[in-house]
């Protein structure tokens, strides 16, 4: 028997989230590659939180075990690349949407989903990564690959206080970048200025709609946030800067001109954590090893238990939490 959140919908459409005690047996069963984990840790993060309260459709069906995350170590595989002991972590493929994720004891996914644990960092704190740090990290590769360096002026990192926005300020700032963090909380200047930024503005300066070509500032930017805030970052970039876009706070609408891109070169990437390749997975949790500092790994994460990751799930889409939610589990 293993402990899981398990959601329903009821009657009237609702979607009902309770701790629920399960078999093995009642894990999904892949024809060919399937590996089972016992989970160690997991996270919360926005779409986690979508998916507990119900208010938006990312659980394709039910019932559902949510949690687009977790790192574990394996205790069954029908995978070749894994064995028993392993230690995994995943991060997206539709896990917790889709299929069955990892705010559970246990979890049986696909074995071509999972990457190996880095070394120097433990179950927790790949879980105070999670999908958000990843995610930057897969922000920051891409300004990398476009040419963007610390000499090439300020990068702009959009909801700043959030999970990924936490983790791009301190890789980038680590890595000698010149960071300016955008944040509807400004009371969290001394967290973000901890992190690494060098400068914190409020998210209103860039939040209304603006000008089709503004004054020239970012040489980079990392969005979480898009709408007129994606909009006014793209048309207030340098020539030839780079704006890489990997979030929807603000709404998934992008009111600009091709004023920016015709005119000035911007390049606007988007970047997809969820059906990205082996490959890309295992560069950026390399990097997250090597360029993170294991001080702001404790810094941007807090634990709770299975029960309080429920609580947290509401919390989080009311933009009540700071950095990282990770969940142990196994706590009572």
Known sequence: MFKAIYLTKADDGKTVSQIKELQDSDLPEFESGGVTIAVNHSTINYKDGLAITGKSPVVRKFPMVPGIDFCGSVTQSDHPAWKVGDEVILNGWGVGESHWGGLSQMARVSGDWLVTKPKSLSSQDCMSIGTAGYTAMLCVLALERNGVNPNSGEILVTGASGGVGSFAISILSTLGYHVVASTGKVSEQSYLMGLGAKEVMDREILSAAGKPLQKERWAGVVDTVGSHTLANACASSKYGGTVTACGLAGGMDLPLTVAPFILRGVSLIGVDSVMASKQVRENA??????????????????????????????????????????VDVNKP
Do not use: F, M, Y
């Not at 238990?305 to 700071?322: C, D, F, K, V």
């Open 285 to 326: 949790w390399n990097r997250l090893a090597r360029d993170l500092k294991p001080s702001v790994i404790a810094e941007v994460a807090k634990v709770v238990g299975l029960q309080e990751a429920i609580t947290a799930g509401n919390e989080i889409l009311s933009g009540a939490i700071r950095g990282r939610v990770v």
